[in-house]
Nanobody
Framework: QVQLVESGGGLVQAGGSLRLSCAASGRTSDIYTMGWFRQAPGKDREYVAGISWGDDSTYYKISVKGRFTISRDNTKNTVYLQMNGLKPEDTAVYYC????????????WGQGTQVTVSS
């Protein structure tokens, strides 16, 4: 089993920055990829960014590319999401997720952290 704990959400004005962190614990030797999703009120959960544990390849939702940066520290089994140039439409609960090498799909989820961007 894997446990994910997020931190770093909060309230920020438009144009500001936040950095989210997600620490994985438990069975972390089989990480395949980690990513961030978000869910705004009344909307479906959507993919934001991901990073491959094997080769550091990164992937982004088009609307955040150039503003958000995903990175990892594999010594700490932690993934980060640096969010710059935040917009009110980025307001959502942000979830960290993990896929292992067996299933290669996001099966483990954090509890979520609220990000609110005021205009």
């Amino acid at each position: 089993q894997v446990q994910l704990v997020e931190s770093g959400g909060g309230l920020v004005q438009a144009g500001g920055s936040l950095r989210l962190s997600c620490a994985a614990s438990g069975r972390t030797s089989d990480i395949y990829t980690m990513g961030w999703f978000r869910q705004a009120p009344g909307k479906d959960r959507e993919y934001v960014a991901g990073i491959s544990w094997g080769d550091d390849s990164t992937y982004y939702k088009i609307s955040v590319k150039g503003r958000f940066t995903i990175s990892r520290d594999n010594t700490k089994n932690t993934v980060y999401l640096q969010m710059n140039g935040l917009k009110p439409e980025d307001t959502a609960v942000y979830y960290c997720a993990l896929a292992n090498t067996f299933e290669k799909r996001y099966n483990y989820w954090g509890q979520g952290t609220q990000v609110t961007v005021s205009s």
